[in-house]
């Protein structure tokens, strides 16, 4: 038997991690203190805890302690255990995506380009960006001044003439050596100068440059370096710089608005303001600012660059904070409170961010709420919350994908959505896609993995709503709603027809917000389908095409598409060009001819 008068009289005031265990053992809030006797303490001997801890405290049945050495290893161990263990009650962060880079190639001429994944030796990083539209504008940037190359290397090498991006002064054409290896070699360092955010040396080096250029009568490259002064000298003037400060920092804002907490994550990288992404933690009812910030900071930064400073608007323990961000970084980290000049507007700007993000989350909260009050009304489905929608995509029977996406507690739910690809069918049978796909998600349900939606929408008439409910009879399911979503006689928005399993049609009214609801996921499972659909139909034509080909094996098939740049460059080779690739006779290149036509 656990005696908490005891577990707390022996308590040592010393720096760690607690952990608040249930009664069936899930660990329901894990914590970090720099003195553990005085912090577990003060949930069972303090008043005025929010209703959050209060129902929190209500649960605990033991807790759990680990002495650490300081509260930065504390910092880090609490961090390890909420990603492992997803408390109930810790304030959570939702951040699945990998931030893009944009990358300079380690290629002999480099390429410029968006890059997200790992990260190799032989090439330049620089970011990460907030988005994939700012490094894309950030290449676009580049590309426009020093006009470096953004192809694949394959298509790179296997070019005969220059592409259109040369004719539109894009690229300087290294692929035909338009410009010499010493000349593109002298961009690239400029344009790493610019990322870096150099631009008063990289603009003196211009000068100069051009300057001896004019004196040597080399007027035409003196144009280059003029025109490359000149667009620069624009960029500088659109974009936020500031050139005596901070040429990489991360400014974090934590604001709370009508009871929602958002977090501004705005990135500076090179002396330039690159924008911002926002965050809505979960589980924040009655917790600080500062406890918002230091959880954000604590997650977001386990697994990511981390540059200095890190400008912040609430009153964390910086101290912990600098330390353990020192920690994973391996270098000093500054952590600053309350900013001056340039870094106070940008921090302004992330606070005004997140007021805005906030009011944009209410309002759809709005609209949603609106919209399934009007679907559950028209419906007369008072308790309507989960909906489940199916579609099927296909091109003429190949590469068939079935999707089901979820609609739960207002909004779509992402990380519930699920792609299923179909075979052992007869191509082009989108019956029987539909009912492999059904049976294979509502059998997992009925064997308790997984929610059980309220209504399952079908993409589809009377036909796919039969196939759904025999699948759900044969399952011993008679308990979900099942709606088939029909586009109409004219196959127009808005005069969609609600099919029901008692052969009952419908039509909304097109303003209708039920309708408007029933569009949205309807839409969503529909581009989820096709999407998955492409994404198969890709693979298999760029693997199997080549693969299937008796003659055709590993080695031959990369020398074919390094030589010719692809699969649409052998597709579209004649059979005399074939013939000219390395190891490819005049017999196997007709029959690779015959097989891709």
């Known amino acids: 038997m656990f005696d908490l008068k005891v577990f707390l009289a022996t308590l040592p005031n010393l720096p760690g991690v607690y952990r608040m265990i249930g009664a069936d053992e899930t660990v329901l809030y894990v914590g970090k203190a720099r003195d553990l006797k005085k912090r577990v303490s003060s949930y069972f001997n303090k008043s005025g805890l929010s209703p959050r801890i209060q129902l929190m405290v209500a649960k605990i049945v033991r807790v759990e302690i680990t ?3 300081t509260e930065a290893e504390a910092l880090l161990l609490e961090n390890n255990l909420i990603k ?3 408390p109930r009650y810790n304030i959570l962060f939702r951040d699945d995506k990998s931030y893009p880079y944009l990358m300079i190639s380690g290629h002999p001429s480099p390429r410029i380009a968006y890059y997200r994944g790992t990260q190799d030796k032989k090439s330049r990083y620089f970011g990460p960006y907030p988005n994939a539209w700012a ?5 676009n940037l580049v590309q426009r001044v020093f006009r470096l190359r953004t192809c694949e290397d394959s298509v790179f090498a296997n070019r005969s003439r220059p592409c259109l991006l040369y004719q539109i002064k894009r690229c300087s054409g290294p692929c035909v050596n338009a410009i010499s290896t010493e000349d593109y070699t002298a961009d690239i360092k400029r344009a790493v100068l610019f990322l870096e955010g150099k631009e008063d040396e990289l603009l003196d080096e211009l000068t100069a440059r051009m300057q001896a250029a004019a004196e040597k009568l080399e007027f035409e490259q003196a144009a ?10 624009k960029i500088r003037q659109q974009q936020v710089i500031d050139r ?3 040429r990489d920092a991360d400014i974090v804002a934590a604001v709370e608005d009508q009871g929602i907490w958002c977090v501004s994550l705005a990135m500076v990288r090179g002396g330039r303001h690159l924008g911002d992404r926002h965050f809505f933690p979960k589980n924040t009812d009655g917790v600080s600012g500062a ?10 930064y386990q697994d990511k660059a981390i540059p200095s400073p890190i400008i912040v608007n609430q009153a964390a323990d910086t101290h912990a904070l600098v330390e353990w961000l020192s920690g994973q970084a391996g270098r000093k980290i500054q952590v600053i409170r309350n900013p001056q000049g340039e870094r106070k507007v940008w921090l302004t700007m992330a606070e005004k961010g997140a007021r805005i993000a906030i009011g944009q989350q209410l309002a759809q909260s709005a ?9 559950r009304d028209t419906l007369d489905m008072p308790s309507l919350s989960r909906i489940e929608c199916f579609d099927i995509s296909h091109t003429l029977g190949e590469a068939t994908v079935a999707s089901c996406v979820v609609y739960d507690q207002g909004k779509m739910q992402n990380s519930e959505y699920r792609r299923y690809n179909i075979a052992g069918i007869t191509p082009g049978d989108d019956y029987a896609a539909m009912r492999e796909a059904l049976t294979r998600r509502y059998r997992k349900i009925q064997e308790g993995d997984g929610k059980r939606p309220d209504l399952i929408l079908i993409d589809g008439g009377m036909g796919q709503l039969n196939i759904a409910r025999e699948v759900l009879a044969e399952l011993g399911i008679s308990d979900i709603e099942l709606i088939g979503v029909a586009k109409g006689p004219e196959r127009k928005a808005g005069q969609e027809e609600l099919v029901f399993t008692d052969a009952r049609v419908r039509r909304l009214d097109p303003d209708d917000p039920a309708l408007h609801l029933i569009q949205t996921i309807r839409d969503e499972a529909h581009r989820f389908a096709i999407t998955g659909h492409r994404a198969r139909r890709g693979k298999a ?3 199997s095409s080549l693969e299937d080909i008796p003659g055709v094996g590993p080695a031959r098939r990369k020398t074919l598409l390094e030589r010719l740049g692809g699969l649409q460059g052998v597709k579209g080779a004649s059979v005399e060009t074939l013939a000219e690739v390395p190891g490819i006779s005049r017999e196997l290149a007709q029959r690779i001819y015959d097989a891709l036509h």
């Open 67 to 69: 002495v650490t050495r």
């Open 84 to 86: 492992s263990l997803n």
């Open 135 to 139: 490094v894309r504008e950030t290449v």
């Open 224 to 233: 280059v370096y003029r025109n490359q002064i000149q667009n620069l000298a």
């Open 244 to 246: 005596e400060s901070d």
């Open 291 to 300: 406890e918002v910030l230091e959880a954000f900071i604590t997650q977001h």
């Open 367 to 375: 609209s949603q709420e609106t919209r399934l009050a009007a679907l």
């Open 541 to 543: 034509r760029t693997h």
